[in-house]
């Protein structure tokens, strides 16, 4: 079964993106496993925000960004968190899907490549996980926040490196952010934990 030609421009666009970055490229390589793996639809609030306020791109960019949001409609769109952790207002203005990865839309086993994004005003909070993470800024901007490392406000085309276990967190302010994030090693498929 071979992917749909929205979920194959949306990939031909994430690896432009990878090989664009040399901080990207470094972290891990393209993965070569990725198989179709086909996944439902599931559309959540924010996902229209998406295409409304996706905050500034560059000429780098734009044209990943405007493969996402073609993508929209045909995507499974996802939490990981509960009201009850983050507040109703954080669910209804963040989203993030599987590009590729353990449970993606393309199977892979090499690294897991998300797409996620958070509404202007939004905090989210500090959380871990094994896996190490390569934050890309597609469009928009926000601030990150790591344990040990300098607050840095990143916009499109900039890159954010999270070692494993290191708690870290982001705020935006007015802009949203989409990003573009890869992970390597340790457990691909686990969910980030709220730190203490």
């Known amino acids: 079964m071979t992917a749909p030609p929205v ?9 432009a ?20 793996a086909g996944r439902k639809p599931h ?24 493969a996402i949001q073609a993508l929209i409609p ?17 669910l209804d203005r963040f989203c993030w899907c599987e590009l590729a990865g353990p449970q993606g839309h393309f199977h892979s086993n090499q690294t897991r490549l998300t797409l996620a994004y958070w509404g202007p005003n939004l ?13 890309t800024v597609i469009s928009g901007e926000a ?6 490392t300098p607050d840095a406000t990143l916009g499109p085309g900039q890159t954010r490196l999270h070692l494993t276990q290191q708690p870290h967190a ?19 498929a686990e969910m980030p934990s709220l730190s203490a």
């Open 7 to 15: 979920f194959e421009a949306a990939l031909a666009e994430a690896q």
């Open 17 to 36: 993106w990878h090989a664009a970055l040399p901080e990207a490229r470094a972290f891990c390589p393209w993965p070569d496993d990725m198989t179709w």
């Open 43 to 66: 559309a959540l609030p924010a996902t229209r925000h998406i295409t409304q306020t996706p905050g500034a791109t560059t000429a780098q960019s734009s044209a990943f960004l405007t």
């Open 74 to 90: 045909h995507a499974d769109w996802r939490h990981g968190y509960t009201a009850a952790q983050v507040g109703q207002d954080f």
């Open 123 to 135: 905090f989210y909070p500090r959380h871990h996980h094994a896996a190490e993470e390569l934050y």
């Open 143 to 148: 601030l990150f926040h790591a344990d040990g």
């Open 170 to 188: 982001m705020t935006t302010q007015d802009s949203a952010v989409l990003t573009c994030v890869f992970w390597r090693g340790g457990d691909l």
